[in-house]
């Protein structure tokens, strides 16, 4: 946004690459574009120190070994997220926190205190949970619900939790990566697809991103789907429903798609497991 106001942009960043924890394909791709755009991106530099310098701030880091420093007018600091539950009396009514903050709770969302139970940011990664403001709000309701009903206690789910970057295009995931999906000891196959080979993309002119989808490769059930490209926030919840129902890659083949939209990047991904999707005709399968 900044970069198209105008401004010279500088991302530094510790890790090896933009966006940690996603599929590479996915930051490498996002990291082409941005750079297209004009974005100076400077990875694995570790900060510090930060000044002032005039009217601007001096950003000091370590990279490849040497210090170097950065000047700008402003700088913006993005970290991540942390449950908020320092000063609230959590220790005084005697609930369990882990070592991040969070507060501990079980699979109904209730903490040791039996009467007292926690949804949203405050339990952080809890019974993998996300931070984000659709699953406060729905875990806020189940909670209530196993609190206040008098009803059968409901247990959480947060083993399909879609989300979202709002760049340009969109970064949009759910599932595992394919290195999570290693670690869980899934025997994985995955493949990734340039946007080019989407006919909706190539008829808006943009067909910037890439799709990727993770299978188990012994049932071709589909455990994970990244997506950088346009409105990858909307097509990601055909394919967290399709994770949500264990559906396979021939599930994916066999839905029909309205064409050409941009939702048939997953039956195109799908499909190019066994074919090449560049070879194809519109509508084939």
Request: aromatic share 4%.
């Amino acid at each position: 946004m900044f970069a198209r106001f105008g401004s010279q942009v500088t991302i530094v960043t510790r890790g090896p690459s933009i966006l940690s924890g996603y599929e590479p394909e996915i930051a490498g791709s996002l990291t082409e574009i941005l750079r297209e755009e004009g974005l100076r991106i400077v990875t694995g530099a570790q900060a510090r120190s930060v000044r002032h310098e005039g009217d601007g701030v001096a950003l000091v880091v370590k990279l490849h070994g040497s210090s170097r420093t950065f000047t700008a007018e402003q700088l913006l600091v993005a970290t991540m997220r942390r449950p908020n539950t320092q000063d609230i009396g959590l220790e005084r009514v005697g609930v369990t926190l882990d070592g991040t903050g969070a507060v501990r709770v079980d699979p109904h969302l209730r903490t040791n205190m039996a009467h007292i139970w926690a949804a949203g940011d405050v339990i952080g990664r809890e019974t993998e949970s996300q931070m984000a403001t659709p699953v406060g709000a729905h875990d806020g309701k189940l909670a209530a619900h196993n609190a206040l009903s008098g009803e059968s206690l409901q247990k959480v789910d947060h083993t399909v939790i879609p989300r979202t970057i709002f760049t340009d295009p969109q970064v949009a995931v759910v599932g595992l990566t394919d290195e999570e999906a290693n670690a869980r000891g899934i025997t994985c196959r995955c493949n990734t697809i340039p946007m080019s080979a989407v006919p909706r993309a190539g008829a808006i002119r943009d067909t910037r991103g890439v799709i990727k989808m993770v299978l188990d490769r012994t049932s071709r059930r589909v455990v994970g789907v990244s997506m950088l490209g346009v409105n990858a926030g909307e097509v990601i919840h055909e394919a967290a429903m399709a994770l949500r129902f264990g559906a396979t890659t021939d599930d994916f083949i066999d839905l029909i798609h309205v064409y050409p939209t941009m939702a048939e990047a997953l039956k195109i991904v799908a499909i190019s497991f066994t074919k090449d999707v560049n070879r194809l005709s519109c509508c084939a399968s």
